[in-house]
């Protein structure tokens, strides 16, 4: 497993009213991340405060092209991020131990916090298509260009891993400063992954290693 630091490009936040960061996601445009009582979003490359939707948001929140999917204690909510109503539920996998939440393949991908896992999840029945092992307590999920990686935080030591979706190795951590968690992640197709921060209200954006050959 290859080991580094991780490389802040830039912090956002705190944001006026908001305490914690909860999950995230990036619709193209906005960072959507769950504040626990609201969704909020935000242009990373404006000043402008957080518009915000008055939907219950605990835990990881995913984006799939149209519609936001929210963690919200033991179900999955699907939800029009205009209007911001709920447009259907299905139960989510742990139960009430989830924790991040990521859009891929037509599919959702869940993680199950304490139990160091991340289920594959039909987005219309919530039933479980595969689960992947991890070795330590999973938070956020995401997805990008064929790469699975995911959030970890435990005590005072949280990294972002680049796991073999098939196996659950790791290939790559990207060790967070001390003091700083990842309770929620997503990539944003580039070079960023935004990093929700949990209790200190801020969402930290690091750089996305190049690892692959001719990349």
Not at 11 to 24: A, N, Q, R, S
Not at 86 to 100: E, H, N
Request: with cysteine; net charge negative; aromatic share 8%.
């Amino acid at each position: 497993m290859k080991r580094s630091n991780a490389e802040i490009i830039r912090e956002y936040g705190p944001f006026p009213g908001i305490d914690e960061v909860h999950g995230v996601t990036y619709d193209g445009k906005r960072v959507w991340f769950a504040t626990g009582g609201a969704l909020a979003a935000f242009d990373p490359a404006s000043k402008e405060a957080p518009h915000m939707i008055d939907v219950v948001a605990h835990a990881g929140t995913a984006f799939d092209g149209r519609h936001l999917f929210q963690i919200v204690e033991n179900q999955i909510q699907k939800i029009d991020p205009t209007t911001g109503h709920v447009l259907a539920t299905i139960p989510a996998p742990g139960a009430g131990g989830d924790s991040g939440l990521a859009w891929a393949e037509g599919a959702l991908w869940v993680g199950q916090y304490r139990e160091r896992k991340i289920h594959q999840v039909d987005p219309d029945t919530g039933a479980i298509l595969r689960t992947i092992a991890c070795d330590r307590f999973v938070t956020g999920v995401t997805w990008v260009d064929g790469e699975l990686w995911h959030g970890t935080w435990e005590g005072d030591e949280s990294d972002v891993r680049h796991i073999d979706p098939a196996t659950g190795e790791v290939l790559e951590s990207l060790q967070m400063p001390a003091g700083v968690g990842v309770s929620g992640l997503e990539s944003d197709g580039g070079d960023r992954f935004f990093c929700g921060g949990g209790r200190n209200g801020k969402i930290t954006a690091i750089r996305r290693p190049r690892t692959r050959a001719g990349v």
